[in-house]
């Protein structure tokens, strides 16, 4: 569903992504780990076709990205961090907006049906500036599903959300995942750990790790912070 192949995105001479190549197909959640700065959230941009490539190709769902951008903007969903929302809005009347955007057929019924999907029922009466954090990243997530994307790409989903919305965001997810590839990028190591089958790492925008989740808990533990603090000591060249 999605491929990148020897990508690269350099600033002078500061390489933030470096050579990334990795694949994520239907059905999976894949955690998207590494510390701050290794490159993480220029890629999700990349993906999405918001930034362009210096090296390297970029498909999704075999069209490359930067010579399709409108198409893949229709077939992939995107929650940045900071998750920018029009706030003197009522939540229904943006997802309205959004909806037009990416020519969302029937759309009274796809607004609702994505209300009740990520549990906005409750709150979608009022103005987004009135909503809690948390409820606010869930007007996030249904921006990102209103056009029912085959790729989700979800950069720190689960900020400002308290021990509850965690689980219920969390359960959300699992209900969308069988049909969608999902890319899931967080600093919460237990949502990594409920969630998703694959981790990848990258440091200092290289690849480090790529491993089924499962046999990263084999190698090193049922600690996921351990792998994590492994692999991103490792030199960014090392095998993976």
Do not use: W
Not at 56 to 77: C, F, P, W
């Amino acid at each position: 569903m999605i491929q990148l192949d020897q990508v690269s995105k350099i600033y002078g001479a500061q390489h933030a992504v470096d050579a990334l190549s990795l694949q994520v197909g239907k059905g999976e959640i894949v955690g998207f780990l590494g510390p701050n700065g290794a490159g993480k959230s220029t890629t999700m941009r990349m993906i999405m076709g918001f930034i362009r490539p210096s090296k390297g190709s970029i498909k999704v769902n075999g069209l490359e990205v930067q010579s399709n951008r409108q198409a893949i903007r229709q077939q992939t969903g995107y929650l940045p961090e900071g998750n920018p929302l029009y706030c003197d809005l009522y939540v229904r009347e943006f997802l309205r907006f959004a909806a037009s955007i990416t020519g969302v057929g029937n759309t009274r019924q796809r607004i609702e049906e994505t209300i009740h999907l990520v549990g906005l029922q409750r709150e979608a009466h009022k103005k987004i500036g009135q909503l809690s954090k948390g409820y606010k990243q869930r007007v996030g997530l249904a921006h990102a599903l209103i056009h029912d994307p085959d790729l989700l790409i979800l950069d720190e989903p689960h900020s400002g959300l308290d021990p509850n919305q965690l689980v219920e965001i969390r359960s959300r997810l699992r209900e969308i995942a069988a049909n969608k590839a999902i890319i899931l990028s967080t600093h919460l190591m237990q949502e990594v750990q409920a969630l998703c089958d694959r981790v990848i790492i990258i440091n200092q925008g290289k690849l480090v790790a790529d491993k089924k989740l499962l046999e990263l808990h084999e190698l090193h533990g049922p600690n996921l912070e351990e792998a994590f603090a492994y692999y991103t000591s490792l030199n960014a060249n090392t095998s993976k």
